[in-house]
């Protein structure tokens, strides 16, 4: 007889979940990046015969290399040298504090804290104040050669070699990433023109294509608008793609009426938009006549397209080819001033440096980022005082495994402790081959030159497989400093293991916010916010219905839903019972996208002749919404309540109201 209890041990859902590789191309240009910052400071410094050197700037090119991750080059001037600037801070305050016994103990504690507040300021504050910590740990624990001063400008100098290889280009590429993400957008569109256009009804192809859209046009317009703000509001170019940004806001909308309608769009829409995506990506432009007069019928002729759809083709329809002509008046207009929406004008890069100003002001007062300070900070003084009381060789690894595993904004504590032990012990099994084999001195640049190459090709695949990739590199240019060879692998194992084990007790465990997730008070909120946007696209305020503050409104909407998505995607890495309650929610995430979707679509064909819907209909909508925001911020367990609408069965309205009607019913434990 089979014996039906003995079941195949296979590992939880999370854990596959964390380690599944994710799609990415490989980042050549990064590859080789990485191969030369890292390897040629160590052949410098052993052809000086000074490897020690050598392996201290190859140290600050990794930290170069660990940021190298933006595209636009203005961009990587703040994400590789600001962090720089702090990472030299904080070996300098390290190595001051190195032999001072429990006062490099207070030092590095106090460290911790303020490298945790300053990740809640946005990604190069994070980089910053990460590699300001890594740093820190480094100088306090490792006795590091020559004066004070020198450890800091080698391995800020590596940095900066980093960003000098990533700037080689800028001369010959300038602009030339933004101007990728621009058409990178147009290109998912027309992906979301074709999903919404089957009239099939696929809401799984449709919502991937309107996720990917949501993505590409975040990626678009902060690499656009960052630049911008930098260049002071000048550049002609950078106005151009914020208009050619826009312009594919009306396309935008008009997508879900067709997909809500389930109205079969003609092929040749998307086909179009991917023909002004190539447009955009050569950069080309259009030119005045003689008169001055915008050449908008022959830049629109060009896409293949008739002047009119035929008929049996719908409201939806009509409004993508209106929409099209409108982006490819745009990119045929020579003077993008004449298109741009009023709030993408040169008061934008002042708006940006004031939110940035006062994000920077409120990390003092915000009671989140003193948390995860104090979390942090608590961690690492467990360490410190750990390894000051037990004799750890080298116990700096200890508090450099918590600082990559408790960085608060990098994601779930709890798999990436689980990831880091893993990476460390693949990554150990790699060095131990190259510390019992390979030769000291030129043997070492040749195995750096090759497993730098590594690092950011495994970074985009998850943080286990980067933690596997760094792990000897680390290990490597540890030994050029420190000669203890094969002797150093058992060590760092244990001290990963300890660090993981600290990280998880203090900085997860004790935490009760840890258990729990943070999806259903931003939904709320995103609820909310859509109340006011069923408000905006109805109301009777004309500032507030204006076509530009409706696309202001909906892209921060989908911006909030699409942030959402990630932090219910990092939940699901966590281990029972947060994992469960974070998928619990998964369908009223869905329903508030579908809600959005609804009031774009009903305005759309409101603007192309369908009948507006009364002041009451949309109030009693909108009041619909808060109720439910307010049911998810109030209860443990969101209890369905039916819907009670009065509206008309043929208004416009109605698609909408059975959205709302489907996200009411929805139960979900709040997380």
Not at 38 to 64: D, F, N, Q, V, W
Not at 236 to 260: G, M
Not at 566 to 592: D, M
Request: proline letters at 7%; aromatic letters at 6%.
């Amino acid at each position: 007889m089979r014996n039906h209890s003995l079941r195949p041990l296979t590992p939880p859902d999370w854990l596959v979940r964390s380690l599944k590789p994710q799609p990415a191309p490989i980042p050549w240009a990064a590859v080789t990046r990485a191969a030369i910052a890292m390897s040629l400071p160590l052949a410098i410094g052993t052809a000086a015969g000074k490897p020690a050197y050598g392996a201290l700037a190859s140290m600050g090119a990794l930290s170069g290399v660990i940021g190298d991750t933006a595209d636009a080059y203005r961009m990587r001037i703040l994400n590789i040298a600001v962090p720089q600037l702090f990472g030299a801070l904080g070996v300098t305050l390290g190595a001051l504090a190195f032999g001072h016994g429990w006062a490099a103990v207070g030092a590095v504690t106090l460290v911790a804290l303020v490298s945790g507040m300053m990740s809640t300021i946005g990604a190069v504050a994070s980089v910053s104040g990460l590699l300001l910590l890594l740093n820190c740990v480094i100088g306090a624990g490792l006795p590091l050669p020559g004066e004070w001063w020198l450890a800091p400008a080698l391995m800020t100098g590596g940095g900066l070699l980093v960003l000098a290889l990533a700037l080689l280009a800028w001369p010959l590429r300038s602009g030339v990433p933004e101007r990728d993400a621009v058409a990178a957008t147009y290109r998912s569109v027309a992906a979301l023109l074709e999903a919404a256009g089957t009239g099939d009804g696929d809401d799984e192809a449709y919502d991937k294509a309107r996720a990917d859209v949501t993505a590409s046009l975040n990626k678009a317009y902060d690499l656009v608008l960052a630049r911008r703000a930098r260049d002071h509001g000048r550049s002609p170019d950078l106005v151009r793609l914020i208009a050619e940004l826009n312009a594919i806001t009306p396309v935008v909308e008009a997508a879900p009426a067709a997909h809500q309608y389930d109205e079969k769009l003609p092929p040749e829409l998307a086909a179009a938009m991917r023909k002004l995506a190539d447009a955009v990506a050569r950069g080309e432009r259009g030119t005045r006549g003689d008169r001055g007069e915008r050449p908008a019928r022959a830049a629109y002729l060009d896409l293949g397209l008739p002047d009119e759809l035929p008929q049996p083709h719908g409201a939806a329809a009509r409004a993508v080819h209106h929409a099209l002509r409108h982006a490819a008046d745009t990119l045929a207009d020579p003077d993008p001033l004449t298109v741009i929406h009023a709030e993408d004008r040169l008061g934008r890069p002042a708006a940006l440096r004031v939110r940035a100003r006062r994000a920077t002001r409120n990390v003092v007062l915000s009671g989140a980022s003193w948390r995860y300070g104090l979390r942090l900070a608590l961690c690492i003084g467990i360490a410190q005082c750990l390894v000051s009381l037990i004799d750890v060789p080298r116990s700096y690894w200890v508090a450099l495994t918590i600082t990559f595993v408790l960085k608060p904004d990098f994601g779930s504590v709890f798999s990436r402790a689980v990831l880091r032990a893993l990476g460390t012990a693949a990554g150990l099994v790699v060095a131990a081959a190259v510390l019992s084999s390979v030769e000291r001195g030129w043997w070492d640049v040749t195995v750096v030159l090759v497993l730098a190459t590594l690092i950011p090709a495994l970074t985009p695949r998850g943080y286990g497989y980067q933690t596997a990739a760094i792990t000897p590199v680390i290990l490597l240019l540890s030994d050029v400093l420190n000669h203890q060879g094969f002797g150093l692998v058992v060590p760092r194992l244990v001290d990963s293991l300890i660090g993981c084990a600290i990280a998880l007790i203090a900085g997860y465990l004790l935490w009760p916010e840890s258990w729990h997730t943070r999806i259903g008070d931003r939904l709320a909120d995103a609820v909310s916010d859509t109340a006011r946007y069923v408000e905006c696209a109805f109301g009777d305020d004309p500032e507030a219905t204006a076509p530009a503050a409706r696309a202001r409104m909906r892209r921060r909407l989908y911006r909030d839903l699409s942030d959402i998505r990630t932090e219910f995607q990092r939940a699901l890495t966590e281990p029972p019972p947060t994992g469960a309650r974070a998928a619990a929610w998964w369908p009223l995430v869905v329903a508030v996208e579908r809600i959005v979707d609804a009031t774009t679509a009903a305005r759309v064909r409101v603007r192309h002749g369908a009948p507006a819907p009364g002041a009451g209909e949309v109030a009693e909508v909108s009041r619909q919404l808060r109720e439910l925001a307010e049911g998810l911020r109030e209860v443990e367990v969101l209890v369905p309540v039916p819907a009670d609408f009065t509206g008309p069965e043929e208004s416009v309205l109605a698609p909408l109201r059975q959205e709302v009607g489907a996200a009411r019913a929805v139960a979900s434990p709040r997380g």
